[in-house]
């Protein structure tokens, strides 16, 4: 898996907590998925740390602006002739290859063997990968879905658990006990052979910590 395969891979999880937002309002949870993963995939490819921002950050509202035209073109992902045609191509290219070869074939060998550009062909593998609806295309009525707080809240989430892994595992601890697990300070205190006046101070100091880093 090449770096930018891996790093699509290891944000899925912004998909689908973009995609839960989007639940029983009328279109599959395959086709927000599939949507989802196109944005992702734009975002990836697009980002810039230049910019000083997370990539968490930057891909959640490109991920839930591809969600939100999915509505507005009824609930179908669209995929254009010519990246069908491109997808067969690839396809017959890789199955000729790993019978020559014993393996399968890099994008840059893809690009070679058909004269195709890499971001074309990137293009196209990504839309062979989303399930096509066979229904009709519904009428041309747009659906506003409010998205903006979802993106704020989604962000400032990702920003959390960003700032939560730079914390030494004692204070991880504190934290996951306290705020993901639900527990007292005195059942956490109990945990870790502290008392509870040690525990309400150290979190204090976390918890302003934490403020500073997100600040």
Not at 42 to 56: E, H, I, T
Not at 70 to 96: H, M, P, Q
Not at 98 to 118: F, T
Not at 195 to 209: A, F, P
């Amino acid at each position: 898996m090449n770096e930018y395969d891996k790093c699509v891979s290891d944000n899925l999880g912004l998909v689908r907590a973009c995609c839960k937002r989007f639940k029983d309002r009328g279109v599959e949870y395959d086709d927000l998925y599939s949507a989802g993963c196109l944005g992702l995939v734009k975002a990836v490819r697009n980002f810039n740390p230049d910019l000083g921002l997370r990539l968490s950050t930057y891909a959640v509202p490109v991920i839930l602006g591809e969600i939100k035209r999915l509505f507005r073109d009824g609930g179908t992902v669209k995929v254009s002739r010519s990246l069908k045609e491109l997808s067969l191509k690839i396809k017959r290219f890789s199955t000729a290859f790993q019978l020559k070869n014993g393996r399968e074939p890099s994008i840059n060998e893809i690009s070679q063997g058909l004269g195709e550009n890499v971001e074309k062909l990137n293009d196209a593998l990504n839309s062979s990968r989303i399930p096509l609806s066979l229904t009709p295309e519904s009428d041309d009525r747009e659906i506003e879905i409010p998205t903006e707080d979802i993106a704020e809240k989604l962000t400032e989430k990702l920003a959390l658990r960003d700032v939560i892994k730079t914390l030494e595992s004692g204070d991880k601890r504190i934290i996951e006990l306290r705020y993901y697990q639900r527990k007292t300070q005195t059942k956490t205190a109990e945990e870790l052979g502290m008392t509870q006046v040690q525990i309400s101070r150290r979190e204090k100091k976390i918890l302003s910590l934490l403020r500073q880093k997100l600040s």
